[in-house]
């Protein structure tokens, strides 16, 4: 499954817009990895770093769209 890795206020911004609408704006400042397809990822982690570890947990994990 592809992955892509958000950083940056402008790519953050997007992603709060249209597929996080309701999460706090302090991820501005953060990244985010989206699984699938961009325009309709199946997961999103979110983290408060704008350069996460793979050992870092992300803040929020949002389930698949399938639970």
């Not at 199946?42 to 947990?57: A, E, G, N, V």
Request: no cysteine; glycine share 6%.
């Amino acid at each position: 499954m592809k992955s892509t890795l958000l950083t940056g206020l402008e790519d953050m911004e997007w992603l709060l817009k249209v597929h996080l609408p309701n999460v706090d704006k302090s991820y501005l400042t953060g990244s985010a990895v989206l699984f699938g397809n961009e325009d309709s990822p199946s997961r999103i982690r979110l983290y408060k770093t704008s350069s996460p570890t793979i050992w870092d947990d992300p803040e929020i994990f949002i389930m698949d769209k399938e639970g």
